[in-house]
């Protein structure tokens, strides 16, 4: 090596070093592949499974430590997991707690994705599944068996808005002997409530994920999940199979999440009330046979949600009359204008969908008409429905 390095290696091992003592609002981002360890010694002697110190960018950065700790706050937990979608959420729960000849038991209702991933991924494993009827919570306690390792729940079902009795179903499960791996892990899908409608721990759940895609975003431009657990052995297992499969989180999408986490809790509010005000709206409106959310009377489960949660989300759903035939349905859907087509929801544009419910809700759906999901976003409560006014007025 000649006395003075080349540019090139002066610019890669720089001694320049920013003073310590930097403090601002948002917390510092960092992003790394390789974390670098003072000495052999301390190589050898890393810890892959404490937040005690940094290994490798997959593992941990102070940045994915710092939103893990503020989602595990949000959720009233001790322990959460960052993956890289809400889906991967429900893929790491499914891989770290399940193997072959286990089965899985899922809702009817239960967000699509996941009964994919049973039928496709989980089958071709050796892991089977069964769906069970959340709103009867004898239905599942039929469908236990020793092989049983894993129970899914989801308030309320996305589509159907239905409203489980959570408590009810977790105790069918207790009764049989939780939690994993000596008995059944409870796991649920609480995108809807999100740490901030009910406390998902409270009503005895093991295990709770979220897609961090909607309500802690906000912003409808990153893609993540958690999963957040009380039990250490449950974390334990999930923690390993993370680091296994390797569902890292980049700190740029980090960074959007804990940009959207200081104004979550006043975004649901406002998005509820907003939610509320239309559902009702909607209420009134002849061409509508029924509306779907938890908070209106009448809507299925509602009393489990009035009795479990403080609040509701931002997604309503919508039955026509009988008499409107899908084509007509698609084009209310295609007039609208301010709602606009697309998946997802808990952003500040408020979006529709049309479902086929024989595949969303197989078993005993009590409606004949087509259904629309409504997710509501931050526009004029006003604004929505002179919009969707003028859509049923084009049906
Ligand atoms: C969106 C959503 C997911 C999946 O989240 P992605 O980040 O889009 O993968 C899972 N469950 C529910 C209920 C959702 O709404």
Redesign the pocket.
């Known amino acids: 090596m000649s006395e003075i390095p080349s540019k090139s290696t002066q610019l890669i091992h720089h001694p320049y070093n920013p003073p310590a003592g930097f403090d601002a609002v948002p917390p510092g981002i960092y992003k790394a592949s390789t974390i670098i360890f003072p000495s052999v010694a301390a190589l050898r002697s890393r810890d892959w499974k404490h937040k005690t110190g940094y290994t490798y960018g997959l593992h941990g950065t102070p940045t994915t430590f710092t939103l893990e700790e503020r989602i595990a706050t949000l959720e009233g937990g001790r322990f959460c997991t960052l993956v890289p979608?809400?889906?991967?959420?429900?893929v790491l729960v499914d891989m770290a707690f399940l193997k072959a000849g286990d089965e899985v038991l899922i809702p009817d209702n239960a967000?699509g994705?996941?009964k994919a991933f049973a039928h496709h991924e989980l089958a071709g494993w050796g892991i089977t599944h069964q769906f069970y009827d959340p709103m009867n919570p004898a239905d599942l306690a039929a469908r236990l068996s020793p092989r049983t390792r894993l129970v899914w729940l989801?308030a309320p079902g996305?589509i159907t808005m239905e409203f489980p009795d959570l408590p009810a179903l977790v105790a069918v499960v207790k009764a049989h002997g939780g939690a994993h791996p000596q008995g059944i892990v409870t796991a649920l899908?609480n995108?809807?409530g999100a740490g901030l409608a009910f406390n998902a721990f409270a009503l005895g759940v093991d295990v709770s994920?979220?897609?961090?895609?909607?309500y802690p975003s906000g912003g409808a431009d990153v893609?993540?999940?958690s999963v957040v657990t009380n039990h250490e052995a449950l974390h334990d297992l999930l923690h390993m199979s993370h680091m296994r499969v390797g569902f890292g989180v980049s700190g740029n999408d980090c960074e959007l999440v804990l940009r959207g986490l200081g104004s979550m809790a006043l975004r649901y509010a406002a998005q509820d009330a907003a939610t509320r005000q239309l559902a009702l709206w909607l209420q009134q409106q002849p061409p509508i046979a029924a509306v779907l959310h938890p908070a209106l009377p009448g809507s299925p489960g509602h009393a489990a949600w009035k009795r479990d949660c403080s609040a509701a989300a931002c997604l309503v759903s919508a039955v026509f009359q009988p008499g409107f035939t899908q084509p007509q349905i698609d084009r209310f859907c295609d007039s609208l204008k301010l709602f606009r087509l697309g998946?997802?929801?808990a952003g500040p544009m408020s979006l529709c969908v049309p479902y086929d419910m024989s595949s969303i809700r197989p078993k005993g759906w009590p409606h004949a008409g087509g259904l629309v999901r409504f997710s509501v976003g931050l526009e004029a409560v006003a604004d929505l429905q002179g919009d969707i006014s003028q859509a049923l007025g084009k049906a």
């Open positions: 979608s809400g889906l991967a959420a429900v967000y994705p996941n989801e996305s899908d995108t809807w994920m979220q897609a961090l895609t909607k893609l993540m999940g998946y997802s929801w």
